[in-house]
């Protein structure tokens, strides 16, 4: 996962319903782009709220279409973990929680190996404290953290220092509002919603950084600066469905494939601004 770019990927839906062909398409379109793997179930793929099935169907779609690459699934319980296992999962995003976060990292890392996650609160988040994070970064099966503050660049910085104590540990970034800084700081790959769209404009800015490349890596943090502001925007719990917008609008899905069943109602208005915010990405 060093350095590899991990989309966390979004679920088409049709009402209330999965669209399983637009969910086949965006797996396989998916495979064709430079990333690592993919995060199924996670916060933009709406884990906790889908059932049991409509998770097997996620996971064995993404598992089918990239074969050899990373496959991360959002977990909040043991429960949970087993079936990602089961699925074939490589890894764990633990969903934060705030009593004995220490141990249900442990738990969890007996079922596969863990991402910790550190999230905004808006979105359901637990701000651990140094003391946490420094347990939770000390524990075996935990391979790293992935930082999602939204709008906190002194909490990343805070993190960031953490994770440098515990250096075979990733820090990942989450931060779709501010990425090209966040890379800077010293996140060493990105697991990140915005990404699962343009995803090769992701895919070059990591590579540029990776490389020192000024000349590549500036235009592209450039171009998903504005793209994050569009897309990342409140009502925050609306991002989802406008990452399905942008697949949309860059004929990856289906116009009608771009339901959140879970999400705010967002005016059309809208949808307009994310089709003119990928046109300018590819301008």
Same mark, same amino acid.
């Given at each position: 996962?060093?350095?590899? !770019?991990?989309?966390?990927?979004?679920?088409?839906?049709?009402?209330?319903?999965?669209?399983?062909?637009?969910?086949?398409?965006?797996?396989?379109?998916?495979? *064709?782009?430079?990333?690592?793997?993919?995060?199924?179930?996670?916060?933009?793929?709406?884990?906790?709220?889908?059932?049991?099935?409509?998770?097997?169907?996620?996971?064995?779609?993404?598992?089918?279409?990239?074969?050899?690459?990373?496959?991360?699934?959002?977990?909040?319980?043991? =429960?949970?973990? %087993?079936?990602? #296992?089961?699925?074939?999962?490589? @890894?764990?995003?633990?969903?934060?929680?705030?009593?004995?976060?220490?141990?249900?990292?442990?738990?969890?890392?007996?079922?596969?190996?863990?991402?910790?996650?550190?999230?905004?609160? /808006? @979105?359901?988040?637990?701000?651990?404290?140094?003391?946490?994070?420094?347990?939770?970064?000390?524990?075996?099966?935990?391979?790293?953290?992935?930082?999602?503050?939204?709008?906190?660049?002194?909490?990343?910085? &805070?993190?960031?220092?953490?994770?440098?104590?515990?250096?075979?540990? !990733?820090?990942?970034?989450?931060?779709? %509002?501010?990425?090209?800084?966040?890379?800077?700081?010293?996140? &060493?790959? *990105?697991?990140?919603?915005?990404?699962?769209?343009?995803?090769?404009?992701?895919? #070059?800015?990591?590579?540029?950084?990776? #490389?020192? =490349? *000024?000349?590549?890596? !500036?235009?592209?943090?450039?171009?998903?600066?504005?793209?994050? @502001?569009?897309?990342?925007?409140?009502?925050?719990?609306?991002?989802?469905?406008?990452?399905?917008?942008? !697949?949309?609008?860059?004929?990856?899905?289906?116009?009608?494939?771009?339901?959140?069943?879970?999400?705010?109602?967002?005016?059309? /208005?809208?949808?307009?601004?994310?089709?003119? #915010?990928?046109?300018? @990405?590819?301008?």
């Amino acid at each position: 996962m060093e350095w590899g !770019l991990i989309p966390a990927v979004p679920v088409p839906f049709r009402g209330s319903k999965i669209d399983e062909q637009a969910q086949y398409d965006y797996a396989h379109w998916m495979a *064709a782009q430079i990333i690592a793997g993919v995060a199924v179930w996670a916060h933009t793929g709406r884990g906790p709220h889908l059932s049991s099935s409509q998770r097997r169907l996620v996971l064995k779609t993404w598992r089918e279409a990239l074969p050899h690459k990373v496959i991360v699934a959002g977990a909040n319980s043991v =429960d949970m973990a %087993r079936e990602a #296992a089961r699925g074939g999962a490589d @890894a764990l995003l633990a969903f934060p929680r705030r009593d004995d976060a220490v141990a249900y990292h442990e738990e969890l890392g007996r079922e596969l190996p863990v991402i910790a996650f550190y999230l905004y609160g /808006s @979105a359901g988040g637990v701000d651990y404290d140094n003391e946490t994070l420094h347990a939770i970064l000390s524990l075996p099966a935990v391979i790293g953290i992935k930082v999602a503050t939204l709008d906190s660049v002194m909490t990343f910085q &805070r993190i960031a220092a953490v994770v440098r104590d515990h250096p075979d540990k !990733l820090l990942i970034t989450g931060e779709d %509002r501010f990425l090209g800084y966040s890379l800077m700081m010293g996140a &060493r790959a *990105a697991l990140i919603g915005m990404a699962s769209a343009l995803t090769d404009v992701h895919a #070059a800015l990591l590579g540029a950084h990776v #490389a020192r =490349d *000024a000349h590549d890596f !500036l235009p592209c943090a450039e171009k998903l600066d504005a793209f994050g @502001a569009v897309t990342f925007t409140s009502p925050m719990e609306g991002y989802i469905r406008r990452m399905l917008w942008a !697949l949309a609008a860059d004929g990856v899905i289906p116009e009608a494939s771009c339901d959140d069943p879970w999400g705010p109602a967002l005016p059309e /208005s809208e949808r307009e601004t994310v089709r003119r #915010a990928v046109r300018q @990405a590819r301008g």
